[in-house]
């Protein structure tokens, strides 16, 4: 070869290099663009839930709210009582925002909606690491980004958005420690930052990372590379265990505060037991239509288990859902870990799809399922036609998806590889549709709308000062709007409470107060959407 073709080649090599470059660029800032949309459009236009929400936003508010050196950052209160729940990495970044932007949904609701758009694009650097080319990696990221539980829960001020990033983090960080052993030390801090955040997912991740490494990368397990960033990753997280029995001294014998988290393995911390099957329904009802695509991604995957990526979705798939469903809680959030595998499975598959010939006939049961889904979007939006109050929101959601559906459905059945597109892309302006509207937070729905309710208490109730309840259980998101603790009880201790107390401040329905018999005068009725659900009786009102 002469010099000239060699310079002609080397150019031609760098011209290609550079291509390649700027396409993975497009990639990665497109996933990011499309994530950041989806999770923080509409943010702060609904109240928070009751429940984690709420909680940490308010602890999040107390630690921002704090004196200068009272090391409430360290040790967390919630309603001036230790917090020992969970570490306070979270309700930190949330308290930084708040000083940035003040308190409002938004605030509170962003770190967490950020944390999960990040996460995004790490699944698809995870993708990039077990199946090296391109095109399956983003088809997992772009289910991912479109699996309802995913843009759902990573829209919350929950912990849930945060953990799936920094064990993503972790994945991705072991991945690339199988070439370059410095990346370890990334993946022991990143261990760190998820226990930080809650302590019993880091021991499960480090489980599966352990697990995947001993059938793929045995070697590794015996660097002292891996050792020393677990090590360092160990340390602040020793640290704040080590503060927190220093700090309250008089509560570390107190086991029931302390591990309450961890009692959640062996017993029932919620009042409403599940049954053992139950993540096997929460992901049948919740994945669509990405499951038929995960199914036989497993089975793909257990075929060609000698490869890495199948070693990778195996375990991951396996060894999370073995470990929650043991658990003697069950709640829907704690399948989310999983979701992140089960994105991977359905990626390879599509891949796989998509490089098929065109004269290869598509497995009928896609169409089937597609079909079925068009069909049920299609009577839902019949439904609310039919209904007296047309909400057109709901309406194009439904239209979205049933047109999303059945457009796909013919394109497999003509064999068009094009079907995976449209997939895509409908299934996301059906989420951004979703999330548009007033229907992206279906919890609300299950109690009372909490800020009318809030503002008569603010009004007329002073700080410090309990308001007792005859709802049937206690809604954070009400002490959190009210700035004052409402706390549920007996309609036989609300009597008694009013008879003893010499002032006493209580939120009742229309049932108590006939149990009551609460004279008119000391009443202050609760307006919402023109009718009266509640009142606020207060003792020797003026």
């Not at 891949?351 to 065109?358: D, K, M, R, T, V």
């Not at 047109?403 to 059945?413: C, D, E, F, G, K």
């Not at 201790?493 to 004279?519: R, V």
């Amino acid at each position: 070869m002469s010099s000239h073709q060699t310079s002609l080649w080397k150019r031609s090599q760098n011209k290609l290099r550079q291509e390649e470059q700027w396409l993975e660029y497009f990639c990665i800032v497109g996933l990011l663009l499309a994530s950041l949309l989806l999770f923080s459009i509409n943010l702060g236009s609904l109240p928070l839930l009751d429940g984690d929400e709420s909680t940490i936003a308010q602890v999040a508010k107390e630690i921002w709210q704090a004196p200068e050196n009272s090391w409430r950052w360290l040790f967390p209160t919630l309603w001036n009582q230790p917090y020992l729940n969970q570490p306070p990495l979270i309700h930190n970044l949330i308290a930084g925002v708040y000083a940035i932007a003040g308190i409002n949904e938004w605030t509170v609701r962003f770190p967490c909606a950020l944390l999960t758009a990040i996460s995004v694009i790490l699944l698809y650097g995870i993708g990039r690491e077990i199946f090296v080319a391109r095109i399956p990696a983003l088809f997992s990221a772009l289910i991912y980004l479109t699996l309802l539980p995913i843009v759902h829960y990573g829209r919350l001020a929950v912990l849930d958005g945060p953990l799936l990033c920094f064990q993503l983090l972790t994945f991705w960080s072991i991945l690339r420690a199988r070439r370059d052993l410095r990346w370890t030390f990334i993946a022991g801090i990143s261990f760190s930052l998820i226990c930080l955040t809650q302590g019993i997912i880091g021991l499960l991740v480090g489980l599966i990372v352990l697990i995947f490494l001993a059938w793929d990368t045995p070697r590794l397990i015996t660097s002292i590379y891996l050792w020393s960033g677990i090590i360092l990753g160990s340390i602040p997280v020793l640290f704040w265990y080590v503060a927190q029995w220093h700090y309250y001294q008089d509560l570390v014998f107190d086991w029931k505060s302390i591990i309450q988290s961890w009692a959640r393995i062996w017993s029932v911390v919620e009042s409403n037991p599940k049954f053992p099957g139950y993540y096997f329904v929460e992901i049948l009802k919740f994945t669509w239509p990405w499951l038929i695509f995960a199914i036989y991604g497993w089975k793909l995957a257990w075929e060609n288990r000698h490869w890495g990526w199948a070693k990778l979705i195996l375990v991951w798939s396996g060894v999370y859902f073995v470990a929650i469903s043991l658990m003697a809680t069950k709640l829907p959030w704690y399948i989310l870990p999983i979701y992140p595998a089960l994105a991977l499975a359905a990626g390879i598959k599509l891949y796989q799809i998509y490089n098929l010939p065109s004269y290869i006939v598509y497995p009928r049961p896609l169409i089937v399922v597609l079909s079925l889904f068009a069909f049920i979007a299609s009577g839902t939006g019949i439904y609310v036609i039919w209904q007296e109050k047309l909400e057109l929101s709901l309406l194009l959601i439904c239209a979205s998806v049933a047109i999303t559906m059945t457009v796909t459905a013919l394109l497999i059945a003509k064999r068009e590889v094009q079907f995976i597109f449209l997939l895509f892309w409908g299934t996301y302006i059906s989420l951004f549709l979703l999330v548009s509207s007033s229907h992206w937070l279906w919890e609300l729905n299950q109690a009372y709308p909490v800020k009318p309710v809030a503002q008569i208490i603010k009004q007329y109730v002073p700080k410090n000062q309990i308001v007792y309840t005859s709802f049937s259980y206690n809604r954070s998101s009400l002490n959190f709007y009210s700035e004052r603790q409402v706390v549920a009880v007996t309609q036989n201790q609300l009597q008694q409470y009013w008879q003893e107390l010499a002032n006493s401040y209580m939120l009742i329905d229309h049932s108590t107060l006939e149990y009551l018999s609460i004279p008119k005068q000391n009443l202050v009725p609760v307006i919402n959407d023109q009718s009266v659900d509640w009142f606020l009786a207060i003792k020797n009102l003026k």
